[in-house]
């Protein structure tokens, strides 16, 4: 694993959630973790890559996407660097129609819009629009008045118009832009370039409600702290509204669990897994409703 994934699975081990999927393209990395129980619940697990970058075969911008069926019901989560700039809209635009393009193999759920819920989060590049200067998006910062900006966000725009993202929702806006400081800083860009502050970094979801399982958002923000970056990192949390009555307790971990991830998908309800001495084990469910156990499978 390369550092990032180590660090995070780590991390997310101590909180006793699993990996279940990671998916790596150059700059991109998305990565799955689930509660142990939900294990033997879990079926049909696909990865697929979207490159879009230079002659759209270059992985530098694209997708990580990242599926599958928890009670039956179909996931979607997408992590995304879209095409940069503020010119390059229309661009933006042509790489969400492709991604959505997106085939899977799950024979009642191939297409990618076919999910009951699709999260879509990562740097989408949107900004502000050209008639915004640097000088008066600071201004509005500031003393805290971003709301005046947000009737220029290219996004926004987009979606009411209808061109991309447009049966997608998004939370409030109640963050500063998350672009660009200068690294280390809570400071604005200071280069030559000027850029205009923006929120090129979103999470958006979408919901049929073809189930009727509802879907909310707790919190959606910026960690406006971290300073290692041009960017500021957001996040969101979402609940939702079904809890099957035997989805507790269904999985025993054998062996100490710290940093597990599931490696393969077997069948409907066998995964292999292994930690980070490539000991593998193996979890088998017989039935959805039957206790699940982590087993010793061998080493090497």
């Known amino acids: 694993d390369d550092p990032w994934t180590k660090a995070v699975t780590e991390t997310f081990a101590r909180h006793s959630l699993i990996r279940l999927l990671r998916g790596r393209q150059i700059g ?48 979607c989560f997408v992590g995304v660097h879209m095409a940069p700039h503020i ?21 009642l759920c191939k297409a990618f819009l076919d999910h009951e819920f699709i999260f879509w989060s990562g740097d989408l590049n949107y ?24 009737p220029f966000d290219q996004l926004a725009r987009v979606r009411a118009e209808g061109k991309a993202f447009a ?6 806006l109640s963050f500063p832009p998350t ?10 860009d200071s280069s030559p370039k000027a850029r205009v502050p923006s929120w090129c970094d979103r999470i958006l979801w979408r919901a049929t409600g073809k189930l009727g399982i509802g879907l909310r958002q707790d919190t959606y923000t910026s960690y406006e702290h971290y300073c290692n970056s041009d960017h500021k990192p957001i996040g969101a949390k979402f609940t939702l509204a079904f809890q099957p009555d035997d989805a507790k307790q269904n999985v025993e971990f054998a062996f100490p669990r710290t940093t597990w991830a599931c490696n393969q998908v077997v069948e409907r309800n066998q995964i292999v897994y292994s930690n980070e001495q490539a000991v593998c084990r193996k979890l088998v469910c017989s039935t959805l409703s039957s206790p699940a156990r982590v087993y010793h499978r061998g080493t090497g």
């Open 28 to 75: 991109l990395l998305s990565m799955i973790f689930v509660r142990p129980y939900l294990l033997p619940f879990i079926t049909n697990i696909e990865e697929e890559f979207i490159a879009t970058g230079i002659g759209g075969v270059l992985g530098n911008k694209g997708a990580v996407i990242g599926r599958f069926r928890l009670y039956g019901i179909p996931f």
């Open 87 to 107: 010119q390059n809209l229309e661009k933006r635009n042509e790489e969400f129609h492709e991604i959505v393009q997106t085939k899977f193999s799950d024979s």
């Open 127 to 150: 900004r502000l629009d050209e008639s915004v200067s640097q000088e008066r998006a600071i201004a509005a910062i500031r003393p805290g008045d971003s709301e005046s900006l947000k």
């Open 167 to 172: 049966e997608f929702q998004e939370g409030p």
């Open 179 to 188: 672009y660009r400081y200068d690294i280390g800083t809570q400071d604005f």
